[in-house]
């Protein structure tokens, strides 16, 4: 049997003698984290879905410099990315084929470096917004603003134009991300939880029922800090004094996550949710698109 280390009191395990010789690796991260070793015997949650934990053994991922090099080869329109900023040369390829390239950025220092660096348009991505928080200047719990402080801080810090994501779900809050110098918008919770979209539908249908309040920043879903929704999963893993840190909590929650998905049972899936999901009424995106344009402009109209 492969012994796992669980922070203390848990069931999380990342330490065995596999054959991928990731051991080392592992017994080193739990030991930075102070994980205790336990046998997965003891990891109710999995038996509770009848999954196999897995050994710790990383799967190999496409890499991000072979999808870069597919979108450049492509041409497409525009390479929207987060976590960070490009390599200078993949930026002057895209300026090259007038590919446009729009970065993420929680602070305006992180907007200025995306700027410095020749990218083309910015995203202020506000803590409401669902999904995981894209920082990377500083740690992503001291980048955490508000979109309605952070769009203007953005929009003074920089030249190129800004989008601001986060929270928006209806005319209403498309109207005030313009007045506060936003160029645009971009919304994904309100897509999320359309009949077009991959999230399962017990997702989908918790996305339309959110009331106020359901949403919450964790670590849990994969071990960076995003939002979603409050189920048993994020309380459970909150609960415990450490979580793993990603991709090993992603990694070790990923036969979890799929018997979740396969029986709809949303208590232990990755219910991303932004904090605007109290605001969602459509199901189709095309409605959603319709009544974001309208309300917008019937908002804007209405304030002459
Ligand atoms: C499930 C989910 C996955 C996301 N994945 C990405 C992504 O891969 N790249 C990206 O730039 N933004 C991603 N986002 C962020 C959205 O593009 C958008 O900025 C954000 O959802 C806006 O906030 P809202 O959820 O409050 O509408 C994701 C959001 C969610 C909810």
């Known amino acids: 049997m492969i012994p796992y280390?669980?922070?203390?009191?848990?069931?999380?395990?990342?330490?065995?003698?596999?054959a991928s010789g990731k051991t080392d690796v592992a017994l080193r991260v739990a030991e930075r984290i102070g994980a205790e070793i336990v046998s997965c015997d003891s990891m109710q949650l999995y038996r509770e879905f009848d999954v196999t934990p897995p050994a710790y053994a990383r799967r190999r991922k496409p890499r991000v410099v072979d999808?870069?090099?597919?979108?450049?080869?492509?041409?497409?329109?525009a390479f929207s990315f987060i976590f960070g900023v490009p390599d200078r040369k993949v930026l002057a390829e895209c300026q090259r084929r007038s590919i446009v390239t729009i970065?993420?950025?929680?602070?305006?220092?992180?907007?200025?470096?995306?700027?410095?660096?020749?990218?083309d348009v910015v995203v202020a991505s506000g803590f409401e917004a669902g999904g995981h928080r894209p920082s990377f200047l500083r740690s992503s719990d001291s980048s955490l603003t508000g979109l309605f402080a952070l769009v203007p801080q953005v929009v003074d810090a920089v030249g190129i134009p800004v989008i601001a994501a986060g929270g928006i779900?209806?005319?209403?809050?498309?109207?005030?991300?313009?007045?506060?110098?936003?160029?645009?918008v971009q919304v994904g919770t309100a897509f999320l939880a359309c009949e077009e979209s991959n999230a399962a539908p017990g997702h989908r249908a918790a996305l339309l029922n959110a009331s106020r309040g359901d949403t919450v920043l964790t670590r849990a879903f994969s071990g960076r800090l995003a939002r979603g929704l409050r189920n048993r999963l994020a309380d459970y893993l909150e609960s415990i004094p450490t979580v793993l840190p990603y991709p090993v909590a992603s990694e070790l929650l990923a036969p979890l996550r799929r018997a979740a998905l396969l029986r709809d049972r949303?208590?232990?899936?990755?219910?991303?949710?932004g904090q605007g999901a109290p605001l969602l009424r459509h199901r189709r995106a095309k409605d959603v698109f319709e009544a974001l344009v309208s309300e917008t402009d019937a908002t804007l109209r209405a304030r002459g």
């Open 266 to 273: 949303i208590e232990m899936m990755s219910l991303f949710a």
């Open 169 to 184: 779900a209806d005319g209403r809050t498309v109207a005030a991300a313009l007045m506060l110098g936003a160029s645009g």
């Open 5 to 18: 280390a669980a922070v203390p009191g848990t069931i999380f395990a990342i330490v065995g003698p596999t």
């Open 103 to 119: 970065g993420a950025a929680t602070t305006a220092d992180e907007a200025t470096a995306l700027e410095a660096a020749g990218v």
């Open 67 to 77: 999808q870069i090099e597919t979108l450049i080869e492509l041409g497409v329109p």
